[in-house]
């Protein structure tokens, strides 16, 4: 069975470039299917941040466009995220997905 | 973008009888291909989203038969049969068609 598990600092500073990584098991990400990451506010709905496919082909919320970059490793058979310049609007759980499959999520809050 | 509208936002529910949610897009979600990417998620609490339905009536390995989706075009529904106690949650339905990808504000369900 696919399983995704989400790493990175729980904690960021202001304009600060928030980094995780989403490590995929069970499949290899170089064989199909899109990755991505969704965001999810404390209390609020779910926001997609963006998706790359195997392909390497990525596409980004327009409304992060600017500061969002996600990317493959296929030899640790992982994927990233980064996103600049992060805010207090920018603290959210961050999950990563594959089209069947979500991690557990992890919070990232960004305070001084 | 496409914005997903949820109906009701708060579904307060009886064991044993059914329930129904209604999902709408501002813009039909047929994709190019032939395909409407319409999918559903149920999120308990301090859990992930887990995939419940997929291309609008697919329900998800594992997902109880209770479960079915519905609709064409810009209109979805989400229907449990008969509600059980481990339905408790927010459900959201999520459109894959357009770019980028969005979800519904998501309907709590709880019992009354």
């Known amino acids: 069975q696919v399983q995704l598990q989400e790493s990175g600092p729980g904690l960021v500073k202001p304009s600060e470039t928030l980094s995780l990584t989403c490590a995929v098991s069970?499949?290899?990400?170089?064989?199909?299917?899109?990755w991505g990451w969704i965001r999810q506010p404390p209390g609020k709905g779910l926001e997609w941040i963006g998706i790359?496919?195997?392909?390497?082909?990525?596409y980004y919320n327009p409304s992060l466009k600017s500061r969002v970059t996600i990317s493959v490793d296929t030899s640790k058979n992982q994927f990233s995220l980064k996103l600049t310049s992060v805010t207090a609007a920018d603290t959210a759980v961050y999950y990563c997905?594959?089209?069947?499959?979500w991690g557990q999520g992890t919070l990232v809050t960004v305070s001084s | 973008d496409v914005v997903m509208t949820q109906s009701p936002l708060s579904l307060p529910v009886t064991l044993g009888q059914p329930a129904s949610i209604s999902c709408r897009s501002s813009?039909?979600?047929?994709?190019?291909?032939?395909?409407?990417?319409l999918n559903w998620f149920q999120q308990r609490p301090g859990q992930s989203p887990r995939r419940l339905i997929y291309?609008?009536?697919i329900r998800d390995s594992g997902v109880p038969d209770r479960f079915s989706g519905s609709g064409s075009g810009t209109d979805f529904t989400l229907k449990i049969s008969r509600v059980e106690a481990e339905d408790v949650g927010v459900y959201y339905c999520?459109?894959?068609?357009?770019?980028?990808?969005?979800f519904g504000q998501g309907t709590k369900v709880e019992f009354k």
């Open positions: 997905s594959s089209p069947d499959y």
């Open positions: 069970g499949y290899s990400i170089s064989s199909g299917y899109y």
């Open positions: 790359i496919y195997h392909s390497g082909s990525t």
């Open positions: 813009q039909s979600l047929v994709h190019s291909d032939g395909n409407t990417y």
């Open positions: 291309k609008v009536s």
């Open positions: 999520m459109q894959g068609t357009h770019w980028p990808w969005a």
